[in-house]
């Protein structure tokens, strides 16, 4: 085993522990949550040893690392998260390879989405972005969409072709009333994902939580983790 696949099972087994270890504290069975490596800054050769490790979820939040990254591990048995904010003049490219965006926060992305998956004859999963700290403008510092804004963007999704309605997502807030609360934060989006289920009831997708606070997310319901420094290390710069 080479020394960086040793890193990453340490990494991995330790992260798989902590995982293990919140949901024995909650209740949970480990198979309720579902890790998700966030592969961002590193190359491709970490995203093959990670595969050979089991993992089978990735992450990326810049398609213009993503894309060749994606095809370069095409071969692999992953499902590609896309979970940055996406302009509209990058969503053919995330479509032909992401299996999952779970950054959807605006109608005009949902169209774009739409259009592109129907082009390319995928189905996309899509899990709204819920900006907690969303002010008056209805979206948060870092993207999404604020509470109230979720059962009219919920329907777009679900009416579009070629897009399919799995759940929420959020991130945990640096400002506003949930600012250093992770634990509480997750709560309320386990709350609106409740409410969302009412009328979506397949939507049962929740994913929240990274290094730092997944034991606060899978406390609250979590059903994915999206986990990138604990596994991969500091970030670094890709070569």
Sequence with gaps: ?????????????????????ACAAAGRKRAEVTLIVVTKTYPASDVRLLAELGVRHV???????AAPK??????????WHFVGQLQTNKVRSVV?????????????????????????GREVGCLLQVALDAGVSGRGDRGG?????????AGRVADAPGLRLDGLMTVAPLTGEYAGRQRAAFERLMDLSTALRVAH???????????????????????????GTAVLGVRRGLG
């Design 70 to 79: 994606a095809a370069a591990c095409a071969d692999l048995p992953l499902t």
């Design 1 to 21: 085993m080479t020394d960086r696949k040793s890193e990453l099972a340490a990494n991995l087994a330790n992260v798989e522990k902590r995982i293990e270890a």
């Design 145 to 153: 969409v604020g509470p109230a804004g979720i059962e009219e963007l």
């Design 96 to 120: 032909g390879y992401a299996d999952e965006v779970q950054s959807v926060d605006r109608p005009k992305l949902v169209g774009a989405l739409s259009a592109a998956a129907v082009r390319a």
């Design 201 to 227: 009831p397949a939507a049962n997708m929740v994913s929240a939580g990274m290094s730092a606070d997944l034991e606060e997310a899978v406390a609250a319901g979590a059903t994915h983790v999206r986990v």
């Design 59 to 65: 992450a990326e939040n810049r398609d213009q690392d």
